[in-house]
């Protein structure tokens, strides 16, 4: 792994002035939601080089590097790991798309729109040079000032045309996306979809992706008939991006540390039908014991995995309220993955990395 340039780090996480609506336990060390993200806005918007930044994603994202490093921390994804992303996306011009009707990415998190203006400049970028029909970047925010700062800063980049930002929950965001034919299974599905939001929330939204039909599966063409062959050629699939699967970019998954996302994506077909089933077989048993009034339920109703506690369980608790996950959620078992870790730093220099999973195919079940 690279070693991290100490000049380019960002202030400390702790550094931050408080907030009345940030509860006590997060007031030893605020990370966000303090004021920090409008002031950013505020800064860039009166920039003495304003006019240089407008229409101009490298200069907004240096800008907004100097002012993490010089006034306030803010939980960006950062150059090093944004570099990993980005050489995703920039991959995807040697799996064959050209022709491809829609390029799409959706976005899990925004923040204050510093990976989306990242990722989504180089999404369109890649759009013009394949020559698809449509290039889309969806960015889903819950936090509606969140969302508004990175859809003021995305104008300010002149990515609008291409970045839509949605306000509200991940899961609905995706499930409204669906319903209005913006994402869907056949021409529309996910290419790339980049996850850094509610830790908790990572495994579910994925499996919501699959049961939609979003996560693509990668269509491989037959092999050629031979001369002798009997087989019809009208088999083979004359349209190259099919064979390319939907790529999985999870953040934090080294710090905070993502367990059951990894869990999930690194596990086998078999496994995740066996585990599915010893869910359900568990959910059964807690409905039957609150049935029978003989206190024996488990859990405490939210899905939140048991392994995600304090900070990083509630630390949206006091703007959106506690959690509420679909913890039964079975996705698509036979969808099958290949994953690996990609070891990197956080902006303050912190060690961290960010999965990249690619779906590479389907096995049925027994």
């Known amino acids: 792994m690279a070693t991290f340039d100490d000049s380019a780090a960002y202030k400390a996480k702790g550094d931050g002035q408080f907030h009345p609506s940030i509860p006590k336990f997060l007031t030893q060390k605020p990370q966000f939601d303090d004021g920090r993200e409008t002031a950013l806005l505020h800064h860039l918007y009166s920039h003495p080089s304003l006019p240089t930044l407008r229409s101009n994603p490298p200069a907004i994202?240096?800008?907004?590097?100097?002012?993490?490093?010089?006034?306030?921390?803010?939980?960006?994804?950062?150059?090093?790991?944004?570099?990993?992303?980005?050489?995703?996306?920039?991959?995807?011009?040697?799996?064959?798309?050209?022709?491809?009707?829609?390029?799409?990415?959706?976005?899990?998190?925004?923040?204050?729109?510093?990976?989306?203006?990242?990722?989504?400049?180089?999404?369109?970028?890649?759009?013009?040079?394949?020559?698809?029909?449509?290039?889309?970047?969806?960015?889903?925010?819950?936090?509606?000032?969140?969302?508004?700062?990175?859809?003021?800063?995305?104008?300010?980049?002149?990515?609008?045309?291409?970045?839509?930002?949605?306000?509200?929950?991940?899961?609905?965001?995706?499930?409204?996306?669906?319903?209005?034919?913006?994402?869907?299974?056949?021409?529309?599905?996910?290419?790339?979809?980049?996850?850094?939001?509610?830790?908790?929330?990572?495994?579910?939204?994925?499996?919501?992706?699959?049961?939609?039909?979003?996560?693509?599966?990668?269509v491989h063409a037959p092999a050629e008939p031979s001369s002798t062959s009997s087989a019809p050629s009208t088999t083979r699939d004359h349209s190259p991006w099919k064979g390319t699967g939907t790529v999985l970019c999870a953040d934090n998954v080294v710090s905070p540390g993502n367990p059951p996302y990894l869990e999930y994506v690194r596990s086998s077909p078999s496994s995740k039908r066996s585990n599915a089933a010893s869910a359900l077989h568990a959910s059964q048993q807690r409905s039957s014991g609150d049935a029978n009034g003989d206190g024996d339920s488990k859990g405490n109703g939210d899905g939140v995995d048991a392994r995600f506690t304090g900070k990083i369980k509630d630390m949206y608790a006091h703007r959106v309220g506690e959690a509420k996950l679909d913890s039964m959620r079975v996705g698509d078992p036979g969808i099958v993955y290949e994953s690996r870790l990609v070891e990197s730093f956080e902006p303050t220099g912190e060690a961290d990395g960010v999965e990249i999973t690619w779906c590479v195919g389907r096995e049925e079940g027994e």
């Open 61 to 218: 994202l240096a800008a907004i590097d100097a002012y993490a490093r010089t006034h306030n921390y803010l939980m960006n994804i950062g150059s090093s790991k944004g570099a990993i992303v980005t050489s995703t996306i920039a991959s995807l011009r040697s799996k064959h798309l050209t022709g491809k009707p829609y390029l799409t990415m959706v976005e899990l998190g925004a923040y204050v729109g510093y990976s989306t203006v990242l990722f989504g400049a180089a999404l369109r970028d890649l759009g013009k040079e394949l020559g698809v029909k449509e290039t889309r970047y969806f960015s889903l925010e819950r936090d509606p000032v969140f969302a508004a700062v990175t859809a003021s800063i995305v104008d300010l980049a002149g990515l609008s045309d291409t970045v839509k930002v949605l306000v509200g929950p991940s899961d609905e965001g995706i499930q409204r996306l669906f319903d209005a034919g913006r994402l869907d299974p056949k021409e529309r599905q996910i290419d790339v979809l980049f996850l850094d939001h509610y830790k908790p929330a990572y495994t579910t939204d994925l499996k919501l992706c699959e049961e939609l039909g979003l996560i693509k599966v990668p």
